[in-house]
Protein backbone atom coordinates (compact mmCIF):
# COMPACT_ATOMS: atom_id res chain seq x y z
CA UNK A 1 0.00 0.00 0.00
CA UNK A 2 2.85 2.37 -0.16
CA UNK A 3 5.01 3.97 2.44
CA UNK A 4 2.86 5.52 5.57
CA UNK A 5 3.10 9.34 5.74
CA UNK A 6 2.30 9.15 9.66
CA UNK A 7 5.64 8.49 10.98
CA UNK A 8 6.75 10.02 14.50
CA UNK A 9 9.11 12.35 14.73
CA UNK A 10 12.34 11.39 17.11
CA UNK A 11 11.49 12.33 20.67
CA UNK A 12 12.69 15.19 22.03
CA UNK A 13 15.02 14.67 24.83
CA UNK A 14 15.19 10.95 24.62
CA UNK A 15 18.33 9.56 22.87
CA UNK A 16 16.22 6.43 20.78
CA UNK A 17 18.48 3.59 19.42
CA UNK A 18 17.84 0.59 17.39
CA UNK A 19 19.96 -2.10 16.34
CA UNK A 20 21.56 -1.87 12.93
CA UNK A 21 19.63 -4.28 10.28
CA UNK A 22 16.74 -4.85 12.52
CA UNK A 23 16.42 -8.12 14.40
CA UNK A 24 16.28 -11.62 13.00
CA UNK A 25 13.11 -12.55 14.18
CA UNK A 26 9.79 -12.46 12.34
CA UNK A 27 7.65 -9.99 14.13
CA UNK A 28 9.89 -9.00 16.74
CA UNK A 29 10.93 -5.33 17.12
CA UNK A 30 13.54 -4.31 19.55
CA UNK A 31 14.70 -0.43 20.80
CA UNK A 32 16.94 1.49 23.22
CA UNK A 33 15.20 4.50 25.15
CA UNK A 34 17.22 7.16 27.23
CA UNK A 35 16.01 9.90 29.10
CA UNK A 36 18.75 12.09 27.88
CA UNK A 37 17.49 15.15 29.89
CA UNK A 38 16.01 13.49 33.10
CA UNK A 39 12.91 14.45 32.70
CA UNK A 40 10.78 11.86 33.38
CA UNK A 41 7.46 10.58 31.97
CA UNK A 42 4.25 10.20 33.35
CA UNK A 43 1.85 8.88 30.21
CA UNK A 44 -0.96 6.74 29.53
CA UNK A 45 -0.57 3.25 27.48
CA UNK A 46 -2.58 3.14 23.97
CA UNK A 47 -3.90 -0.29 22.88
CA UNK A 48 -1.62 -1.09 20.03
CA UNK A 49 -1.40 -4.11 17.57
CA UNK A 50 1.71 -5.35 19.29
CA UNK A 51 2.65 -7.48 22.39
CA UNK A 52 5.31 -5.21 24.20
CA UNK A 53 8.06 -6.13 26.92
CA UNK A 54 10.03 -3.51 28.34
CA UNK A 55 13.10 -3.93 30.41
CA UNK A 56 13.97 -1.00 32.80
CA UNK A 57 17.96 -0.98 33.39
CA UNK A 58 18.48 2.45 35.01
CA UNK A 59 18.02 1.41 38.37
CA UNK A 60 15.20 3.01 39.13
CA UNK A 61 11.39 0.95 38.35
CA UNK A 62 8.63 2.20 37.01
CA UNK A 63 5.25 2.85 38.25
CA UNK A 64 2.46 0.95 36.53
CA UNK A 65 -0.96 2.61 37.57
CA UNK A 66 -3.89 0.17 36.55
CA UNK A 67 -7.71 -0.45 38.12
CA UNK A 68 -6.31 -2.40 41.13
CA UNK A 69 -3.28 -0.07 42.40
CA UNK A 70 -0.10 1.29 41.30
CA UNK A 71 2.74 -1.13 40.88
CA UNK A 72 6.68 -0.90 40.49
CA UNK A 73 8.17 -2.86 38.01
CA UNK A 74 11.53 -3.27 36.62
CA UNK A 75 10.14 -5.37 33.29
CA UNK A 76 7.20 -5.69 32.35
CA UNK A 77 4.96 -7.29 29.65
CA UNK A 78 1.90 -5.54 28.27
CA UNK A 79 -0.90 -6.95 25.74
CA UNK A 80 -2.38 -5.21 22.76
CA UNK A 81 -5.45 -3.63 25.37
CA UNK A 82 -3.66 -3.77 28.70
CA UNK A 83 -6.63 -1.64 30.09
CA UNK A 84 -6.75 1.85 31.22
CA UNK A 85 -2.74 1.41 32.36
CA UNK A 86 -0.82 4.92 33.48
CA UNK A 87 3.09 4.34 33.53
CA UNK A 88 5.30 6.90 34.78
CA UNK A 89 9.09 7.11 35.37
CA UNK A 90 11.93 9.29 36.30
CA UNK A 91 15.64 9.29 34.53
CA UNK A 92 14.83 5.91 32.55
CA UNK A 93 16.99 3.86 30.86
CA UNK A 94 15.00 0.74 28.99
CA UNK A 95 14.92 -1.89 26.07
CA UNK A 96 11.76 -1.88 24.37
CA UNK A 97 10.91 -5.29 22.87
CA UNK A 98 7.74 -5.38 20.84
CA UNK A 99 6.12 -8.77 19.40
CA UNK A 100 3.68 -9.35 17.11
CA UNK A 101 0.55 -11.54 18.46
CA UNK A 102 1.90 -14.08 16.21
CA UNK A 103 5.22 -13.35 17.32
CA UNK A 104 4.12 -13.38 21.21
CA UNK A 105 1.88 -16.54 21.17
CA UNK A 106 5.04 -18.90 19.99
CA UNK A 107 7.76 -17.30 22.05
CA UNK A 108 6.32 -15.66 25.37
CA UNK A 109 4.75 -18.83 26.89
CA UNK A 110 1.85 -16.84 27.78
CA UNK A 111 -2.00 -17.33 25.89
CA UNK A 112 -3.89 -14.15 24.94
CA UNK A 113 -6.42 -14.71 27.69
CA UNK A 114 -3.87 -14.47 30.10
CA UNK A 115 -2.03 -11.60 28.54
CA UNK A 116 -5.07 -9.30 27.29
CA UNK A 117 -6.42 -6.96 29.78
CA UNK A 118 -3.47 -6.27 32.19
CA UNK A 119 0.33 -5.88 32.58
CA UNK A 120 2.24 -8.33 33.90
CA UNK A 121 5.31 -8.43 35.90
CA UNK A 122 8.25 -9.67 33.46
CA UNK A 123 9.59 -11.59 36.90
CA UNK A 124 6.45 -13.61 37.59
CA UNK A 125 6.80 -14.81 33.31
CA UNK A 126 11.01 -15.00 32.82
CA UNK A 127 12.05 -15.82 37.05
CA UNK A 128 15.29 -14.68 38.23
CA UNK A 129 16.26 -14.66 34.29
CA UNK A 130 14.05 -10.73 34.42
CA UNK A 131 16.44 -9.99 36.82
CA UNK A 132 20.00 -11.44 35.38
CA UNK A 133 18.86 -9.84 31.86
CA UNK A 134 18.29 -6.06 33.81
CA UNK A 135 21.24 -6.33 35.30
CA UNK A 136 23.68 -7.40 32.23
CA UNK A 137 22.08 -4.94 30.17
CA UNK A 138 23.02 -2.08 33.27
CA UNK A 139 26.52 -2.93 32.91
CA UNK A 140 26.97 -3.46 28.80
CA UNK A 141 28.24 0.58 27.99
CA UNK A 142 26.88 0.22 24.52
CA UNK A 143 23.45 -0.47 22.72
CA UNK A 144 25.01 -2.73 20.69
CA UNK A 145 26.13 -4.77 23.20
CA UNK A 146 23.06 -4.64 24.96
CA UNK A 147 20.81 -5.34 21.60
CA UNK A 148 23.52 -8.49 21.14
CA UNK A 149 22.57 -9.75 24.93
CA UNK A 150 18.69 -9.51 23.96
CA UNK A 151 18.71 -11.24 20.83
CA UNK A 152 20.98 -13.99 22.69
CA UNK A 153 17.84 -13.57 25.02
CA UNK A 154 15.28 -14.18 22.41
CA UNK A 155 16.51 -16.67 20.37
CA UNK A 156 15.90 -18.89 23.52
CA UNK A 157 12.46 -18.25 23.06
CA UNK A 158 11.19 -17.17 19.89
CA UNK A 159 9.33 -20.05 18.69
CA UNK A 160 9.87 -22.12 21.79
CA UNK A 161 5.36 -22.04 22.01
CA UNK A 162 3.19 -23.28 19.69
CA UNK A 163 3.36 -22.55 16.56
CA UNK A 164 0.21 -20.41 15.27
CA UNK A 165 -2.31 -21.70 12.99
CA UNK A 166 -1.19 -21.06 9.18
CA UNK A 167 -4.57 -19.54 8.57
CA UNK A 168 -4.31 -17.41 11.54
CA UNK A 169 -1.03 -16.40 10.59
CA UNK A 170 -2.18 -15.25 7.26
CA UNK A 171 -5.59 -13.29 8.50
CA UNK A 172 -3.40 -11.35 10.61
CA UNK A 173 -1.10 -10.37 8.14
CA UNK A 174 -3.67 -9.82 5.61
CA UNK A 175 -5.39 -7.33 8.64
CA UNK A 176 -1.70 -5.20 8.73
CA UNK A 177 -0.49 -5.05 5.56
CA UNK A 178 -4.60 -3.34 4.65
CA UNK A 179 -3.66 -1.26 7.95
CA UNK A 180 -6.87 -2.64 8.81
CA UNK A 181 -8.91 -1.90 5.43
CA UNK A 182 -10.65 -5.03 5.61
CA UNK A 183 -13.75 -7.04 4.58
CA UNK A 184 -13.76 -8.97 7.38
CA UNK A 185 -15.81 -12.05 5.75
CA UNK A 186 -13.43 -12.20 3.17
CA UNK A 187 -11.47 -13.65 5.53
CA UNK A 188 -12.40 -16.82 6.08
CA UNK A 189 -13.35 -17.77 2.65
CA UNK A 190 -9.30 -16.83 1.80
CA UNK A 191 -8.38 -18.80 4.48
CA UNK A 192 -10.55 -21.90 3.48
CA UNK A 193 -12.31 -21.77 6.79
CA UNK A 194 -16.00 -21.20 8.18
CA UNK A 195 -16.34 -18.09 9.67
CA UNK A 196 -16.74 -19.80 13.48
CA UNK A 197 -13.93 -21.65 12.92
CA UNK A 198 -11.42 -18.43 11.99
CA UNK A 199 -13.10 -16.34 14.74
CA UNK A 200 -12.60 -19.40 17.50
CA UNK A 201 -8.85 -19.95 16.56
CA UNK A 202 -7.90 -16.29 15.71
CA UNK A 203 -9.54 -14.92 18.78
CA UNK A 204 -7.98 -18.28 21.50
CA UNK A 205 -4.36 -17.20 19.43
CA UNK A 206 -3.91 -13.79 18.73
CA UNK A 207 -6.54 -12.63 21.69
CA UNK A 208 -9.42 -10.60 19.99
CA UNK A 209 -11.78 -11.19 16.96
CA UNK A 210 -10.74 -10.28 13.62
CA UNK A 211 -13.19 -7.36 13.62
CA UNK A 212 -11.81 -6.04 16.49
CA UNK A 213 -7.87 -6.63 15.43
CA UNK A 214 -9.06 -4.74 12.11
CA UNK A 215 -10.62 -1.84 13.93
CA UNK A 216 -6.98 -1.82 16.83
CA UNK A 217 -4.85 -1.90 13.51
CA UNK A 218 -6.53 1.35 11.97
CA UNK A 219 -6.81 2.91 15.34
CA UNK A 220 -2.88 2.27 15.63
CA UNK A 221 -2.48 4.04 12.31
CA UNK A 222 -4.85 7.15 13.01
CA UNK A 223 -3.28 7.52 16.80
CA UNK A 224 -0.22 8.19 14.72
CA UNK A 225 -1.52 10.48 12.81
CA UNK A 226 -2.93 12.70 15.68
CA UNK A 227 0.05 12.40 17.57
CA UNK A 228 2.43 13.47 14.41
CA UNK A 229 -0.50 17.21 14.30
CA UNK A 230 -2.44 16.03 11.52
CA UNK A 231 -6.22 17.07 11.65
CA UNK A 232 -9.13 15.19 12.47
CA UNK A 233 -10.49 14.87 8.92
CA UNK A 234 -6.87 14.31 6.78
CA UNK A 235 -6.92 11.53 9.76
CA UNK A 236 -9.66 9.73 9.35
CA UNK A 237 -9.88 10.15 5.54
CA UNK A 238 -6.65 8.72 5.17
CA UNK A 239 -6.99 5.79 7.92
CA UNK A 240 -9.75 4.48 6.09
CA UNK A 241 -12.90 5.69 8.05
CA UNK A 242 -16.56 6.80 7.00
CA UNK A 243 -16.37 9.90 8.22
CA UNK A 244 -14.81 11.99 11.49
CA UNK A 245 -17.60 10.41 13.48
CA UNK A 246 -16.37 6.89 12.84
CA UNK A 247 -12.91 7.88 13.81
CA UNK A 248 -14.64 9.91 17.20
CA UNK A 249 -16.49 6.56 17.75
CA UNK A 250 -13.22 4.48 17.84
CA UNK A 251 -10.76 7.18 19.54
CA UNK A 252 -13.30 7.14 22.42
CA UNK A 253 -13.61 3.19 22.27
CA UNK A 254 -9.66 2.56 22.27
CA UNK A 255 -8.20 5.88 23.83
CA UNK A 256 -11.22 6.75 26.21
CA UNK A 257 -11.14 10.58 24.85
CA UNK A 258 -11.34 12.69 21.37
CA UNK A 259 -9.20 13.05 18.59
CA UNK A 260 -8.31 16.53 19.45
CA UNK A 261 -7.05 15.48 23.08
CA UNK A 262 -5.20 12.47 21.66
CA UNK A 263 -3.13 14.64 19.58
CA UNK A 264 -2.93 17.18 22.49
CA UNK A 265 -1.61 14.56 24.86
CA UNK A 266 0.43 13.01 22.35
CA UNK A 267 2.78 16.50 21.94
CA UNK A 268 2.66 17.88 25.74
CA UNK A 269 5.51 17.76 28.09
CA UNK A 270 6.16 14.36 29.61
CA UNK A 271 4.49 12.23 27.14
CA UNK A 272 7.02 10.70 25.74
CA UNK A 273 6.40 7.73 27.18
CA UNK A 274 3.65 6.70 24.90
CA UNK A 275 6.26 6.28 22.16
CA UNK A 276 7.52 3.01 23.98
CA UNK A 277 4.39 1.79 22.69
CA UNK A 278 2.46 4.22 20.58
CA UNK A 279 5.08 3.81 17.52
CA UNK A 280 4.53 -0.22 17.32
CA UNK A 281 2.54 0.60 13.97
CA UNK A 282 6.02 -0.09 12.71
CA UNK A 283 5.39 -4.08 12.64
CA UNK A 284 2.52 -3.49 10.50
CA UNK A 285 4.45 -4.79 7.31
CA UNK A 286 5.56 -8.17 9.80
CA UNK A 287 4.20 -11.35 10.96
Not at 180 to 197: I, M, P, T
Request: net charge positive; hydrophobic share 40%.
Amino acid sequence: MGPDPFALDPLPGWEVARPRGGTPFDGVDVAGFRDRDARGFDSWVLPQPTVTVVLEFGGDSLAVEQADGTKALGGLAAGMAPGPTRIRGQRVDCVEIRLSPVAAYASLGLSPADREGRVIDLADLWGRHERWLRERLAATPTWEGRFALVSAFLAERVGSGPPVDPEVAAAWRHIVVRRGQVRVNDLAQSCGWSRKRLWSRFGAQIGMTPKRAAMLVRFDRAARGLSAGRDTSETAAACGYADQSHLHRDVRDFAGCTPGALGTAAGSPGAAAGALGATAGELSSKT
